[in-house]
């Protein structure tokens, strides 16, 4: 790092109770992967921090006016927040490609519109009433029934690093547009664009103070502060299946409510009929975008025997031509990995899978990108002949690395998919539709692209089986994880005579 410029990075405080504390001496260090070098710096939050953050958001949700926000005044908050984002677009690409390594093309085309998209539908979603009629009812007594949501109150959002914004944007959006009061953690290697967000929200000055908390600082100190604050009602976390566990353990003192989007090993099953040109680019989509840093990346192909040496020869070609580079170069289709440990756990597990005896088809190797020597590229690397037993095709990477397994029958192939602790996400490939829905619904995860994958639709419930996850994200199911229902029973016949139940009791007496 260059002692000069050094003090020009951007340094970001704590945004708590609706302004931004002074950055201290106690900063983190934001690296940008592709030069090997700092950023920007955020601040080291501490428990007390996260305390401070809990009152802001409890005070604005038990006696602010964000949870009786009506909801069509809610959506037109959301709205305009989306399009203050719309306004710094480029700026937003741009961050998170450097802070992440991601291309700028992918930045600039999914990441940054999806999380704007993301907003205004639940700006839509949100103008639902939050009113649930039950059908009329006249025994034990003539009734009106009907189920009122209500927010659940101070959320305690903690996101991971593989897709900054979009992360950010989905614990968000469903809270707010359901009237809950957030602390969001962003994750230490990719806060940035979070941080963005948050200035972004607070600059319109349409959320009341405290309805947004953003704390830095790392897992084990401001993750785990919020996990076990007792002023916390929720918790939503993504990341790895290790954590979401200790969240479990740590929310568990005081019954907070949980849902969790855990880890992956997602399956790509090419049927036989699967049309090949599409499956390849399909299968190779499904386990390098992002640079295989997707908890629904499809890291596991089943393809059949008699398609297999072809199959692989395809997705070889196909692999070696993917560009590696700059991420802020248009041109380029694989950035480095987002952090050195996550590049030195990858190059682990292309050790494990030779020691295990499966057969290097391509890649496997740190790839040294002129005028980026020292970032944590990786090769797109293809493994054949793997069992799926095997560490390689069981336990989750988050790299570029794909398992090639073939299989001889369609059962063998559901039965290889579901053995797996993992049940997220799943891929079919095949020409024949119907086949390709009956397998889907025998594979065991959360969603399941037929001729396609990684398209997490806002509408539709996202999340995983197995250790997973629990509970979904996006849609009226993601909406409805950020509210309590409470049954509202409203007599109709008004008066005494005829209430069998009070008559167990209270028999009438004329
Ligand atoms: P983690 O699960 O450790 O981190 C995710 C988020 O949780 C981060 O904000 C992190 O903070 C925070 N955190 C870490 N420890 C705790 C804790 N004890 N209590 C509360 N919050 C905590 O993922 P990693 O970044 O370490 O990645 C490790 C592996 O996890 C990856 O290689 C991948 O296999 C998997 N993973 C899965 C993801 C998914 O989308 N399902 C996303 C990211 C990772 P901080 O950043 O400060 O450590």
């Not at 293809?382 to 690395?401: C, K, T």
């Not at 119907?434 to 999340?463: C, M, Y």
Request: with cysteine.
């Amino acid at each position: 790092m260059n002692a000069q410029t050094d003090h020009d990075l951007p340094r970001y405080g704590l945004y708590i109770d609706g302004s931004w504390t002074t950055p201290t001496e106690d900063m983190l260090p934001v690296t940008e992967p592709a030069l090997s070098s700092t950023m920007a710096y955020i601040t080291n939050g501490t428990a007390a921090d996260v305390d401070r953050a809990v009152q802001s958001a409890r005070t604005a949700f038990d006696a602010g006016p964000w949870p009786h926000t009506p909801p069509h005044e809610r959506a037109r908050i959301l709205h305009a927040i989306a399009d203050a984002m719309e306004e710094r677009t480029d700026e937003f690409a741009e961050i998170e490609a450097r802070n992440l390594g991601a291309p700028l093309r992918k930045t600039t085309f999914v990441d940054v519109p999806w999380a704007i998209e993301h907003i205004r539908i639940f700006a839509e979603l949100a103008r639902r009433h939050p009113y649930e009629p039950l059908p009329w009812i006249d025994v034990p007594s003539v009734s009106w029934n009907f189920v009122w949501r209500e927010p659940i109150g101070v959320c305690g959002q903690i996101i991971p690093w593989n897709y900054p914004l979009l992360m950010a944007v989905w614990k968000i959006a469903p809270a707010l547009a359901t009237g809950n009061t957030i602390i969001l953690k962003p994750a230490s290697y990719t806060p940035l664009t979070a941080l963005m967000l948050a200035e972004t929200i607070h600059d319109t000055g349409l959320l009341p103070r405290g309805v947004l908390n953003l704390v830095t600082g790392s897992g084990t100190m401001v993750g785990e502060a919020i996990a076990r604050h007792p002023g916390v009602d929720k918790i939503a976390f993504t990341g790895s299946t290790e954590v979401g566990r200790r969240i479990m353990e740590l929310g568990s003192a005081t019954i907070k409510r949980v849902t969790l989007e855990l880890g992956g090993k997602s399956p790509s099953l090419v049927l036989p009929d699967a049309d090949l040109d599409l499956a390849t680019d399909g299968v190779l989509f499904g386990v390098f975008f992002n640079g295989g840093q997707s908890c629904e990346a499809g890291t596991r192909c089943f393809v059949p025997e008699a398609l297999h040496d072809e199959f692989l020869d395809r997705l070889i070609k196909r692999a070696e031509s993917l560009h590696l580079g700059d991420p802020l170069d248009l041109e380029t289709d694989l950035g480095p990995l987002v952090s050195e440990t996550q590049c030195a756990r990858v190059e682990e597990y292309i050790a494990i899978g030779k020691s295990e005896g499966a057969q290097l088809a391509t890649g496997g190797r740190r790839a040294r990108i002129a005028g980026f020597e020292r970032a944590p590229f990786v090769e797109p690397t293809i493994f054949s002949g793997v069992r799926n037993e095997m560490r390689l095709a069981q336990e989750e990477i988050f790299g570029p690395v794909l398992a090639v397994i073939p299989y001889r029958s369609i059962t063998e192939a559901i039965a290889l998919a579901n053995a797996n602790r993992y049940g997220l996400g799943a891929a079919v490939w095949s020409r024949d539709l119907q086949r390709a829905i009956e397998v889907a619904k025998r594979i065991r995860s959360g969603t399941v692209w037929i001729n396609d994958h990684h398209l997490i639709n806002p509408l539709a419930p996202f999340g995983g089986y197995k250790q997973s996850g629990i509970g979904r994200e996006h849609g009226t199911s993601g909406l409805l994880a950020y509210t309590e229902e409470k049954h509202i029973h409203v007599d109709m016949m008004q008066k005494r005579e005829g209430r069998l139940w009070w008559d167990a009791l209270l028999p009438p007496t004329d």
